[in-house]
């Protein structure tokens, strides 16, 4: 079965930076695409980034372009979420999700993964 793995999560101050990675086993990784959502309290989950089978092609919310960037390496069967000029509002579980059917860039999620929390202090 597909199986995805999320780490790097931590509490950072208002200004730094994180990398949050996500192992993807069980399913051929390089012709799917895959995406980073996050869940806050109090709000539905959101879509952060995707990135489609080649890493050519990248999508990112409005709150988080510029800040964060979204990259693969298919060698490793691993996607990666670089966060940087992180703010408070930023504070969320963070999952990453791939799609069911191959082609997409990560914006119709299937699986995923069981979340890393990442908290950003004032």
């Known amino acids: 079965q597909v199986q995805l793995v999320e780490s790097g999560g931590g509490l950072v101050q208002a200004g730094g930076s994180l990398r949050l990675s996500c192992a993807v086993s069980g399913r051929t990784f390089s012709a799917y695409g895959m995406g980073w959502f996050r869940h806050a309290p109090g709000k539905e989950r959101e879509f952060v980034a995707g990135i489609n089978w080649t890493g050519g092609s990248t999508y990112y919310a409005d709150s988080v372009k510029g800040r964060f960037t979204i990259s693969r390496d298919n060698a490793k069967n691993t996607v990666y979420l670089q966060m940087n000029s992180l703010k408070p509002e930023d504070t969320a579980v963070y999952y990453c999700?791939?799609?069911?059917?191959?082609?997409?860039?990560?914006?119709?999620?299937?699986?995923w993964g069981q979340g890393t929390q990442v908290t950003v202090s004032s």
């Open positions: 999700a791939t799609d069911k059917a191959p082609g997409g860039a990560g914006t119709a999620p299937y699986y």
